[in-house]
Nanobody, 118 residues
Framework: QVQLVESGGGLVQAGGSLRLSCAAS?????????MGWFRQAPGKEREFVAR????????YYADSVKGRFTISKDNAKNTLYLQMNSLEPEDTAVYYC??????????WGQGTQVTVSS
């Protein structure tokens, strides 16, 4: 059974930092073609944040987080990370990690809450 479990969320003041982790079981990170982070704020639809390809050398970010967030993964630990710096109240959302093929994400975590206060 494939399972993705996010952790590291919490309450932080604007300008602060958080590091989210996504631990995977039932698959190794060498298998999914891509892994990514998404978020969903209250009253809004799910939004793409960042993704990383299997090799780890190709990353892509939403314009809203570019320069502030960094996605990375450790294949040996089967863990995906999202380092979030210079957090803003607009970053408040439930953050989800996902893994999938080149055309769609097949597996999703349960989400972790990130709240940024002004």
């Amino acid at each position: 059974q494939v399972q993705l479990v996010e952790s590291g969320g919490g309450l932080v003041q604007a300008g602060g930092s958080l590091r989210l982790s996504c631990a995977a079981s039932g698959l190794t990170f060498s298998s999914p073609y891509k892994m990514g982070w998404f978020r969903q704020a209250p009253g809004k639809e799910r939004e793409f944040v960042a993704r990383i390809m299997r090799s780890g050398g190709d990353t892509y970010y939403a314009d809203s987080v570019k320069g502030r967030f960094t996605i990375s993964k450790d294949n040996a630990k089967n863990t995906l990370y999202l380092q979030m710096n210079s957090l803003e109240p607009e970053d408040t959302a439930v953050y989800y990690c996902a893994a999938g093929t080149s055309v769609k994400y097949a597996y999703w975590g349960q989400g972790t809450q990130v709240t940024v206060s002004s």
